[in-house]
């Protein structure tokens, strides 16, 4: 995780937010990418953790939804079947749900 990466996302998951808080007070716990898509496994001061899913469009990245919770391994199925219905590649909708649920 690099300090580049943390200053790109961190606006992005503000943005994304309803409550608004300093993009500094965001912890990137990790962040996956796959083509046009990305996640960023995020702890805010206003929210629960959660991983936020962004697809870049005309060079621009765009919030597309935000799983939170805990997740129990069975459960990989379902959030790898989430995030393809989003519109995420199969490699990322995998990394995601073994990032959630170990």
């Known amino acids: 995780m690099t300090k580049a990466r943390k200053q790109e996302y961190a606006p992005l998951v503000v943005s994304a937010l309803d409550k ?7 912890k990137f716990i990790t ?6 898509w990305s ?9 629960d953790d959660g991983v936020m899913f962004f697809q870049t469009v ?3 990245k765009q919030f597309r939804d935000v799983w939170g919770g805990y997740a129990d391994p069975s459960e990989k199925p379902e ?4 995030a ?3 519109g995420a590649p199969q ?8 990032e959630v649920t170990e």
């Open 79 to 82: 959030l790898v079947s989430w």
């Open 20 to 26: 608004k808080f300093k993009p500094a007070q965001a």
């Open 31 to 36: 962040i996956m990418e796959s083509g046009s």
């Open 58 to 60: 005309n060079g621009k």
């Open 91 to 98: 490699d990322l909708a995998k990394c995601f749900a073994d």
């Open 39 to 47: 996640a960023a496994y995020v702890s805010t001061p206003v929210s």
């Open 84 to 86: 393809k219905k989003l």
